[in-house]
């Protein structure tokens, strides 16, 4: 059971837009930073989002990030099948004095 | 460019050790705080420890799953980090990789990683 809940799963077609949910609590996401990781098939995670709602240079413009209260979202938009992936929110929680990670969303792309 | 490279993984028994290392390059190591994470197969990632730079006394924070039988450690001379499994369990078998745990603002980020090494823990 992970501290931070994500879906285990979200779709969607070539240009659409689709946001994928991480939900935690005040000691984790109500406190502190989010950041986004990809993880393409068969490859090392990737940094995709920092600092809630920054891109690292060279991560397109399609993917923000947002944070409200203990919830923040990703959303890719333009979809592309390249998006194809797992994506992971994490953030460090400040009770278990530990990184927490969400359990990871499976993005396809129909 | 900034370069990780873990070493030492293999297939151990329950119960046994083994002692993973992470080779750094491109960057100012020193600096950095350094982290590991882990992946079981087929599952989510897991943050499994961190050593904080000479400035906060290298000092070390762990998972539950993992204190008191991991140790993290580093040789700031030759740019290496150190993970030391002891007590082994079959829970423990993942790819094991090294981050490099970015400063920005206060927080951080794990802006680089390793591509692995595999430990299986089995009989």
């Known amino acids: 059971q992970s501290v931070l809940t994500q879906p285990p799963s979200a779709s969607g077609t070539p240009g659409q837009r689709v946001t994928i949910s991480c939900s935690g609590s005040?000691?984790?996401?109500?406190?502190?930073?989010v950041n986004w990781y990809q993880q393409l098939p068969g490859t090392a995670p990737k940094l995709l989002i920092y600092s809630d709602n920054q891109r690292p240079s060279g991560v397109p413009d399609r993917f923000s990030g947002s944070k409200s209260g203990t919830s923040a979202s990703l959303a890719i938009s333009g979809l592309q099948s390249e998006d194809e992936a797992d994506y992971y929110c994490?953030?460090?929680?400040?009770?278990?004095?530990?990184?927490?990670f969400g359990g990871g969303t499976k993005l396809t792309v129909l | 460019e900034v370069q990780l490279v873990e070493s030492g993984g293999g297939l151990v028994q329950p119960g046994g050790s083994l002692r993973l290392s992470c080779a750094a390059s491109g960057f100012t190591f020193s600096d950095h705080y350094m982290d590991w994470v882990r992946q079981a197969p087929g599952k989510g990632l897991e943050w499994v420890g961190r050593s904080r730079d000479k400035g906060k006394r290298y000092t070390t924070d762990y998972a539950a799953s993992v204190k008191g039988r991991f140790t993290i450690s580093r040789d700031d001379s030759t740019n290496s980090l150190f993970l030391q499994m002891n007590s082994l369990k079959t829970e423990d078998t993942a790819v094991y990789h090294c981050?490099?745990?970015?400063?920005?603002?206060?927080?951080?980020?794990?802006?680089?990683w390793g591509q692995g090494t595999l430990v299986t823990v089995s009989s």
């Open positions: 994490a953030a460090w929680d400040d009770s278990l004095n530990v990184v927490v």
């Open positions: 005040s000691s984790n996401i109500g406190t502190k930073i």
């Open positions: 981050v490099r745990a970015k400063s920005d603002s206060g927080s951080r980020h794990f802006d680089y």
